[in-house]
């Protein structure tokens, strides 16, 4: 009989992290997964137990990131998928927002992925397998969203990272995915979940009626379900050749093509002054 994976699923007390560990359980995996207050994620889910195993985690801090590796591990007793989910929503242009904030949201979204994955490989490596989700936006591939440059940004870094990790890890068995959500109908963009500038420029009417679309249009009204997320997510964790780039939802293969076809068109556009250059 097969022994269930043990999955490590960060910011699982919402959202698409709380869908798929909710699936994830389901079918009998076993799952430590972390959050900034368990007795939500214990209100949700249940107390720990053989199948279960609740982390209270501060992701920026790396000691704490280390400690609940080590704790998830020796409940376990193995790890073998990691979900990089845990992040939030950053509104607001580049001139809006301060230094704190961008950064902010850069040690979240970013470094806080990164201290993971630096305290996650050293088991990986000495099992010699594994896999390494990245849950990154289709705001990581195209970045055309007034107001959003800074959140963009940090998406783009984990994809830039995450394609590195696939060749750094590959001779070790490991593999990685960066995954590219659209709007999945989750509590994302409520309160909690996203930010706006702390001192907001009216002349950005672009960014601003951008900004109250996402807050009264879109939320509650996005086209994706998450548990057929989680579904994915389970079904590509057992592929032995799977994607270093996963794009989820009919609206983020729409803003790929887009972001393509723009691309295309402004290289072929330049493409003499970007030829010109040969010595």
């Known amino acids: 009989m097969e022994t269930k994976k043990v999955w490590l699923v960060t910011g699982a007390s919402k959202g698409l992290g709380l869908a798929l560990v909710k699936k994830l359980l389901k079918e009998g995996f076993r799952v430590a997964a972390t959050?900034?207050?368990?007795?939500?994620?214990?209100?949700?889910l249940g107390q720990p137990s053989e199948t279960f195993l609740?982390?209270?985690?501060?992701?920026?801090?790396?000691?704490?990131?280390?400690?609940?590796?080590?704790?998830s591990i020796a409940h376990f007793g193995q790890l073998d998928v990691v979900v990089n989910n845990a992040?939030?929503?950053?509104?607001?242009?580049?001139?809006?927002?301060?230094?704190?904030?961008?950064?902010?949201?850069?040690?979240?979204?970013?470094?806080?992925?990164?201290n993971v994955i630096r305290n996650v490989m050293p088991y990986l490596r000495?099992?010699?397998?594994?896999?390494?989700?990245?849950?990154?936006?289709?705001?990581?591939?195209?970045?055309?969203?007034p107001g959003w440059g800074v959140y963009c940004a940090t998406k783009f870094a984990m994809a830039g990272f995450t394609e590195s990790l696939a060749d750094e890890i590959r001779?070790?068995?490991?593999?990685?995915?960066?995954?590219?959500?659209?709007?999945?109908?989750?509590?994302?963009?409520?309160?909690?979940?996203?930010?706006?500038?702390?001192?907001?420029?009216?002349?950005?009417?672009?960014?601003?009626?951008?900004?109250?679309a996402h807050l009264d249009d879109i939320n509650g009204n996005q086209a994706n379900d998450p548990d057929k997320a989680a579904d994915v997510l389970i079904a590509i964790s057992k592929e032995n050749?799977?994607?270093?780039?996963?794009?989820?939802?009919?609206?983020?293969?729409?803003?790929?093509?887009?972001?393509?076809?723009?691309?295309a068109k402004?290289?072929?556009?330049?493409?003499?002054?970007?030829?010109?250059?040969?010595?």
């Open 171 to 212: 001779e070790f068995g490991v593999k990685a995915t960066v995954v590219y959500p659209g709007y999945f109908r989750t509590d994302f963009l409520n309160q909690g979940s996203i930010r706006t500038p702390q001192q907001p420029i009216a002349e950005y009417e672009a960014a601003r009626k951008l900004e109250q």
């Open 126 to 145: 000495k099992q010699q397998s594994g896999y390494i989700f990245n849950i990154a936006s289709v705001g990581g591939y195209f970045g055309g969203f």
């Open 87 to 114: 992040g939030y929503g950053q509104i607001g242009t580049l001139e809006e927002l301060t230094d704190e904030e961008a950064r902010t949201n850069f040690d979240v979204n970013v470094f806080g992925v990164l």
């Open 266 to 279: 402004d290289v072929e556009q330049w493409k003499a002054l970007t030829v010109s250059t040969a010595i």
């Open 35 to 44: 959050t900034r207050n368990t007795q939500s994620l214990i209100g949700e």
């Open 241 to 263: 050749n799977p994607p270093v780039h996963l794009f989820l939802g009919n609206d983020a293969y729409e803003m790929y093509k887009k972001k393509n076809e723009l691309i």
């Open 54 to 71: 609740p982390l209270e985690v501060k992701l920026t801090d790396n000691d704490d990131v280390k400690k609940a590796i080590e704790k």
